[in-house]
C-alpha cells in the first residue's frame, strides 16, 4: 500500500523521485537545521519510503551535497544565458546581476545561517557548501577571465584572483543581511553594487 502511494504521488519515476527528494530536503532542511533533519522526516516531506532516499542518496551528507549542487547547476544555467554577449563589460554586469539575484532569496539567506549555526558541529559541511557551490562559481569566473586574458580583451594575470575579488564585491552588502541586522538591499543598492564592481574591474584589467 505505501508503495503503490509512493508510486501515485510522484509518477514512479526515477528522476521524478530524486527531484521530490531534493525540494524535501531542502524544505526539511531550512524548517529544522542539518542536525535536527532526519532522513525519515525527509522521506515523509517527499512522500517516498526512508529506503528510497537511501536509493537515491546514501547519507544525509550526500543529500545535503546534491542539493547544493543542485542549486548551483540552476545558477551556473542563469549565468550561462547572461554570459552570451561577447562583449566582457555587458557579460561581467548581466553575470554579476544573475549572482546577485540568486544572493538575497530567502532559501539562500536561510542556507547561509544554518550553514554557520551547523558547521562547527559537523565540519564537513563547510567543505561541501564551497566545493559544490561558491567553488563553481567562482571556477566559472576565473575562466571567463582567462579567456578574455587569452583572446585579448583584457589583461589578467590572474584570473582566480581576479574572480575571487570580483565574487568579494558583489558580496560585500550580504554580510548584513546574512547576519539579519538588515533586510536584503533594494535593487537601487543592488544595481549600484554591481555597477561599481564591473567598472573596478574593466578599469583594472582593461587592455
Known amino acids: 500500500m505505501a508503495e503503490n502511494a509512493e508510486n501515485l504521488s510522484i509518477g514512479g519515476g526515477r528522476e521524478a523521485k530524486r527531484e521530490a527528494i531534493l525540494e524535501a530536503a531542502r524544505t526539511v532542511f531550512m524548517d529544522v537545521g542539518f542536525g535536527a533533519a532526519s532522513m525519515d522526516a525527509i522521506a515523509n516531506a517527499a512522500k517516498v519510503s526512508k529506503q528510497t532516499v537511501y536509493n537515491h542518496f546514501g547519507s544525509k551528507e550526500e543529500l545535503f551535497a546534491a542539493m547544493i549542487r543542485s542549486a548551483c547547476d540552476r545558477m551556473l544555467v542563469a549565468l550561462n544565458q547572461a554570459a552570451r554577449s561577447g562583449n566582457p563589460e555587458?557579460?561581467?554586469?548581466?553575470?554579476?546581476?544573475?549572482?546577485?539575484?540568486?544572493?538575497?532569496?530567502r532559501?539562500?539567506?536561510s542556507l547561509y545561517r544554518i550553514l554557520m549555526g551547523e558547521v562547527q558541529r559537523f565540519p564537513e559541511l563547510g567543505k561541501i557548501f564551497y566545493e559544490c557551490g561558491p567553488q563553481v562559481t567562482r571556477k566559472y569566473l576565473a575562466d571567463f577571465f582567462a579567456e578574455q586574458h587569452a583572446r585579448g580583451n583584457l589583461k589578467v594575470d590572474n584570473p582566480r584572483i581576479a574572480a575571487e575579488q570580483f565574487i568579494g564585491m558583489l558580496n560585500g552588502c550580504h554580510f548584513r543581511a546574512q547576519l539579519g541586522i538588515e533586510s536584503p538591499p533594494s535593487q537601487q543598492m543592488i544595481d549600484e553594487y554591481v555597477e561599481s564592481a564591473v567598472k573596478l574591474v574593466m578599469r583594472a584589467y582593461s587592455v
Open 107 to 109: 532559501d539562500r539567506l
Open 90 to 105: 555587458d557579460m561581467l554586469r548581466a553575470v554579476a546581476r544573475q549572482f546577485m539575484d540568486k544572493l538575497f532569496t
